[in-house]
């Protein structure tokens, strides 16, 4: 499995942006997918997930302003962020749970700024 994100860039405060992560390669089994984050000189740190079903959970400092969506039939998701803040400025990584091998496949970071 591979998974290619995509979408990080810089934007002003109160801007808004979009990621995608696509899965490729074997994934029939591949259930949650979902965002993480890390700050410079921060732990990594939960964003958003969803299941295969559609059912997300949000970080308590980002609900209300990103929503996280997903296209099975394409295999990715997406993660729309609005009503952006400094403090959101990380390297963003996506990841997806394989149910069958109980393994999580990480992509490589994209780097989302917010700096007026």
């Known amino acids: 499995v591979q998974l290619q994100a995509s979408g990080g860039g810089l934007v002003r405060p109160g801007g808004s942006l979009t990621l995608s992560c696509a899965a490729s390669?074997?994934?029939?089994?591949?259930?949650?997918m979902g965002w993480y984050r890390q700050a410079p000189g921060k732990q990594r740190e939960l964003v958003a997930t969803?299941?295969?079903?559609?059912?997300?959970n949000y970080a308590d400092s980002v609900k209300g302003r990103f929503t996280l969506s997903r296209d099975n039939a394409k295999m990715t998701v997406y993660l729309q962020m609005n009503s952006l803040k400094p403090e959101d400025t990380a390297v963003y990584s996506c990841?997806?749970?394989?149910?069958?091998?109980?393994?999580?496949?990480w992509g490589q970071g994209t780097l989302v700024t917010v700096s007026s």
């Open positions: 969803i299941t295969r079903g559609g059912d997300t």
């Open positions: 990841n997806a749970f394989d149910v069958r091998r109980q393994y999580t496949y």
């Open positions: 390669g074997v994934i029939f089994s591949i259930n949650n």
